[in-house]
Nanobody, 126 residues
């Protein structure tokens, strides 16, 4: 049974930084692509960033490009460094893991990710 757990959320002010972490347990073989998505109240869950299984290819939503950086840790773990936070970044952030160790650029599609965490709240006050 694969479990995905996020950590690092919190309440910050505009312009501050936060670092989110995600670790997937129960999968001890082959790193898989991983992604971050977020959902603000009343909105659809949207893509934020994703990283390839080898950590060499990353993808970002236009709204966070240049401010957020995704990186891989050991095996199926990753981090999201969020700088220059804005009130519109306020959302629940979800970590997602693909079931298969696919090669190439990571997917931006929610439907391509099979395992999800419960989310961590990020609130940016103005």
């Amino acid at each position: 049974q694969v479990q995905v757990v996020e950590s690092g959320g919190g309440l910050v002010q505009t312009g501050d930084s936060l670092r989110l972490s995600c670790a997937a347990s129960g999968r001890s073989y082959n790193a898989a692509p991983m992604g971050w998505f977020r959902q603000a109240p009343g909105k659809e869950r949207e893509f934020v960033a994703a990283i390839s299984r080898d950590g060499y290819i990353s993808a970002y939503a236009d709204s966070v490009k240049g401010r957020f950086t995704i990186s891989r840790g050991t095996l199926n773990s990753m981090h999201l460094q969020m700088n220059t936070l804005k009130p519109e970044d306020t959302a629940v952030y979800y970590c997602a893991l693909r079931a298969y160790a696919t090669m190439g650029p990571p997917s931006r599609l929610r439907s391509d990710y099979e395992y999800w965490g419960r989310g961590t709240q990020v609130t940016v006050s103005s």
